[in-house]
């Protein structure tokens, strides 16, 4: 009894990886996490050109908001629908954007069913994350000889993000576009220079890709951040050597 998680990677099909292709076409059973009901997949929307004709597809709800109690209930539900689907002997995926390790929904998904159903194994397929895909076409490094990179959930602590910006040379910022401009303001205290280069993406990989660069004294002055969930930023403390 198994379950394979596919990481889609950032959002372009191309993108995903060959290994990925062959669990996608053989599937009986692809579950694809959404915010909401009634809302397409993100994921799914990715890989749904691998998939075969007569695959079973179920939509799976993970509410976005921060009230863990709220989303252990949806943790325990979902885990279970997907125990039922491979106790039913039919070959299982479950599907996530971007690399499975990564801020994904998987992640409560396989602590819940290890814990609770310790016969169903796991077969984890890598994705290309976001921000690889970002800095490929923002031909950028994001970190060279001794420098730190710090990779980072933008909508949180900002006492805990500051503390972290202030150890790092490379800094990126994930999950939430609308919380940039309180970064923005924040990076100077942790000192990042007028000079430091800052690089926006939303949509990376995905079609309709923006991607703007800015110093941060510019940016700072236009505050011309995104107000969209899926973008991405990077503040580098100087220009690419």
């Not at 801020?103 to 310790?118: D, G, M, V």
């Amino acid at each position: 009894m198994e379950v394979v998680c596919i990481g889609c990677g950032p959002g372009d099909p191309d993108l995903v990886t060959v290994k990925a292709t062959v669990f996608l076409k053989n599937a009986d059973i692809v579950f694809a996490p959404t915010a909401r009901e009634g809302r397409p997949s993100i994921a799914l929307s990715i890989v749904q050109k691998y998939l075969s004709k007569s695959v079973e597809i179920i939509d799976l709800i993970f509410p976005m908001v921060k009230d863990k109690e709220h989303t252990e209930k949806y943790w325990k539900k979902n885990a279970d629908q997907i125990v039922g689907a491979v106790k039913s002997g039919k070959k299982v995926v479950y599907l996530t954007v971007g690399d499975p390790s990564l801020y994904s929904t998987w992640i409560y998904i396989q602590r819940e069913i290890a814990s609770h159903h310790p016969g169903i194994s796991f077969k984890i397929v890598p994705g290309i994350p976001s921000i690889f895909a970002f800095a490929a076409q923002a031909k950028i490094g994001l970190a060279e000889g001794d420098e730190t990179l710090g990779i980072i959930p933008a909508c949180y602590d900002l006492d805990k993000i500051k503390r972290t910006a202030s150890s790092c040379d490379t800094l990126v910022f994930l999950k939430d576009g609308r919380y940039f401009g309180d970064i923005v303001n924040m990076l100077g205290d942790a000192g990042f220079l007028d000079e430091s280069i800052i690089t926006i993406a939303q949509d990376v990989s995905a079609g309709e890709e923006v991607l703007k660069q800015h110093s941060l004294k510019e940016l700072r002055h236009s505050r011309q951040t995104t107000e969209k969930y899926f973008s991405l930023m990077v503040a580098k403390r100087q220009n690419d050597r």
